[in-house]
């Protein structure tokens, strides 16, 4: 029997492809016939119309911790009645306002006359172009517009209450760029002003209900003076940098710190805005809006301070100005500063000064004030501390060396200026080696060193002084490589890199090897014996130590970037170099010959470091005593002195003599961080 052959389907399967397939090229030529032809200038129309802006949207700037984890700078959330300008049409946005008015209350104190002048232009057009003359009708632009408000008078802007606050509101709507936003109301928003917004939502163009947030300060004024200050939605971007901001993406009226860390860390605290692409037709009206960006909160700072060695620095300083001591003078102040050793952070950094009474020209002593800034900006004779870099320039010109460095210590005498001596020696001849120096604070030593430098090693008493015109440029830049008298590099804006005069006598470079002619600030002296403590590696001072993420639960958050130490230079010693100066060091404050024995005897730590005694002119505020002399003291030293941990700098300036006052106030630091 034969078998009954089974047909296939498959040309019936193609057949039905090829047919959905000729369909949809019907289809898409149709379509395309009326896009190039059929509808061409309806969709030109539509593509020449329409335009596509990007809006951005301010978040949450990050908050700023202390290394501990304690709070100094934080946010506190407020609602608020916003207003995004969809029109350029000042008539519109007064018909908003005055309906928005129906709903919130406003201030109107900051209203100004030329507010009011604003509103009124706006509600009486064609009055006030009658009250123009021929000529001033001919004007345009700003000429035009400001004629015009000189036409209005008091009488005209004496408004009711009721307009004064749709005036207040118009003020705000105007203050503003096209599909930029600005909050209307944004502190003490009502539940019921919310609700009846919120209601009448369609009816008010551009209104909508958002947040906002309000910086403050747990600590209160404490470090508020580095922590720096924020601007206001309505001061907005500073004015001499606001061309700068915005080429880099910011609104005119958005905040961004002024000052300080908050200056500093502005794009990381700052975060990212929320984008949104809008579409708007000829008339600015919106026709679409899409999220296309939603934004990032900004990061959170962890400083390097210590806030509870901070208050407890504070305190012993606060206690030294309280105290009636002997040598006073016009002492009004003092400085300090704590850096880690290994990593240049910044653990305290603080100043203390006695109200100024400018209307008496003198100090109030029982108003206490804080001058932290004083510690990085303030610049003073700093004297002997800095010897321990005119060792090291000895050391690299090859002045001296390991094995052969004794030089005679006797009063040097230069013509038209008094005579170099050391304290400890003032008329005999003693020979010294470089340690010794340090130990006994050797004025006339570095002066040595200095000569040296200059081309003029032998000079003796009833020589003419004739050292290299360029000495004293050689001799600065070495300091600066230790950090004295160039930046610091910290972590901050607009800080002192001292004070150098510009035009100076030949002897100036003599009397600059130790410490009695450019000014330092506190900061810069810190930076120094941190550098000398390090066997020469300079650090930048660092206020920041970690960005971190925001944690919705603790607000800590993650660790986003750990700030490495920034290595600004090494000096060019070598190791047992530096362990000759350190020894020396370690020989001021523990030597029997050291000028800050006394002030350690029996002291359970460690301590190597150097004191100085400057003999300055007066520049504080009091006027009456401009130009008196006065004695600067300074100690600057490290601890432990064999591995060292932190870095202790004080200054105390202004004073009528030295007792060693700074060396005094520096052991209390040491022992309040190593016993607490």
């Given at each position: 029997m034969n078998k009954k052959v089974k047909k296939s389907h498959i040309p019936l399967r193609l057949n039905l492809l090829f047919s959905v397939i000729v369909i949809l090229f019907i289809i898409l030529?149709?379509?395309?016939?009326?896009?190039?032809?059929?509808?061409?200038?309806?969709y030109t129309t539509i593509l020449t119309d329409t335009k596509a802006i990007h809006v951005k949207t301010e978040m949450a700037r990050g908050q700023i911790f202390d290394r501990n984890g304690v709070l100094l700078v934080g946010n506190k959330a407020h609602t608020t009645i916003n207003y995004t300008r969809h029109?350029?049409?000042?008539?519109?946005?007064?018909?908003?306002?005055?309906?928005?008015?129906?709903?919130?209350s406003v201030s109107t104190e900051e209203l100004k006359e030329r507010d009011l002048k604003d509103y009124w232009a706006v509600l009486h057009k064609d009055e006030l172009n009658s009250r123009l003359s021929t000529s001033e009708k001919k004007l345009s632009g700003v000429a035009l517009y400001n004629t015009q408000l000189e036409k209005i008078t008091a009488e005209d802007i004496m408004f009711s209450d009721k307009d004064k606050q749709i005036a207040a509101i118009f003020t705000r709507m105007n203050s503003i760029s096209s599909l930029s936003t600005i909050a209307i109301k944004n502190r003490e928003v009502t539940n019921e002003e919310i609700f009846n917004v919120t209601e009448h939502l369609t009816e008010l163009t551009g209104i909508s209900i958002g947040s906002d947030w309000e910086r403050i300060y747990p600590e209160g004024d404490f470090l508020k003076a580095i922590l720096g200050s924020v601007s206001t939605e309505k001061t907005g971007l500073p004015q001499q940098e606001a061309n700068l901001l915005m080429a880099q993406g910011y609104a005119s009226n958005s905040r961004v710190g002024t000052s300080f860390l908050e200056k500093q860390y502005d794009s990381v605290l700052r975060g990212t805005p929320k984008v949104t692409s809008v579409t708007l037709d000829t008339n600015n009206k919106v026709m679409s809006s899409t999220e296309t960006y939603e934004g990032k909160a900004g990061s959170n700072l962890v400083l390097s301070l210590d806030t509870a060695l901070q208050k407890r620095v504070d305190g012993i300083l606060t206690n030294f100005l309280t105290r009636n001591i002997e040598h006073k003078g016009l002492n009004s102040s003092i400085y300090a500063v704590v850096q880690k050793t290994s990593t240049g952070e910044i653990l305290s950094i603080n100043g203390k000064k006695y109200a100024y009474n400018e209307e008496k020209d003198t100090y109030d002593t029982s108003k206490i004030e804080d001058d932290i800034l004083g510690a990085m900006n303030k610049n003073f004779g700093m004297g002997s501390v800095v010897k321990a870099a005119s060792v090291g320039i000895g050391y690299k010109y090859n002045i001296i060396d390991e094995e052969n460095n004794v030089l005679i210590d006797s009063p040097?005498?230069?013509?038209?200026?008094?005579?170099?001596?050391s304290f400890f020696n003032q008329e005999g001849s003693v020979a010294i080696n470089d340690i010794t120096a340090l130990e006994r604070s050797s004025n006339v030593y570095m002066a040595k060193i200095a000569l040296a430098v200059g081309g003029q090693p032998d000079f003796a008493t009833g020589n003419t002084l004739s050292i290299m015109d360029d000495t004293i440029y050689k001799l600065r830049r070495e300091y600066a490589a230790y950090g004295l008298g160039g930046s610091t590099g910290i972590d901050l804006p607009n800080v002192s890199t001292g004070y150098s005069p510009y035009q100076t006598p030949l002897v100036g470079a003599v009397y600059l090897s130790f410490g009695q002619y450019d000014l330092y600030s506190p900061l810069q002296v810190s930076q120094y014996m941190t550098t000398v403590a390090?066997?020469?590696?300079?650090?930048?001072?660092?206020?920041?130590?970690?960005?971190?993420?925001?944690?919705?639960?603790?607000?800590?958050?993650?660790?986003?970037?750990?700030?490495?130490?920034?290595?600004?230079?090494?000096?060019?010693?070598?190791?047992s170099q530096f362990s000759r100066i350190k020894e020396g060091l370690y020989r001021v404050v523990n030597g029997y010959l050291g000028t800050e024995y006394t002030n350690y005897a029996g002291f359970g730590i460690s301590v190597a470091g150097k004191s100085g005694t400057a003999e300055a002119i007066y520049d504080g505020d009091i006027k009456d005593k401009a130009q008196s002399e006065v004695i600067n003291s300074i100690f600057s030293g490290y601890a432990p002195?064999?591995?060292?941990?932190?870095?202790?700098?004080?200054?105390?300036p202004h004073l009528e003599g030295n007792e060693g006052y700074a060396g005094q106030v520096a052991r209390q630091i040491f022992a309040t961080y190593f016993y607490n």
């Open positions: 030529i149709v379509r395309l016939v009326s896009l190039q032809l059929t509808n061409h200038d309806k029109t350029l049409n000042t008539s519109d946005m007064v018909k908003i306002a005055t309906r928005l008015s129906d709903y919130i040097l005498h230069f013509q038209n200026s008094n005579a170099i001596r390090n066997d020469g590696v300079r650090f930048a001072p660092r206020l920041v130590r970690e960005i971190r993420d925001i944690n919705s639960l603790t607000g800590f958050g993650q660790v986003q970037t750990d700030m490495t130490p920034t290595l600004m230079n090494k000096v060019d010693l070598t190791t002195s064999d591995n060292p941990d932190i870095t202790v700098t004080v200054v105390v």
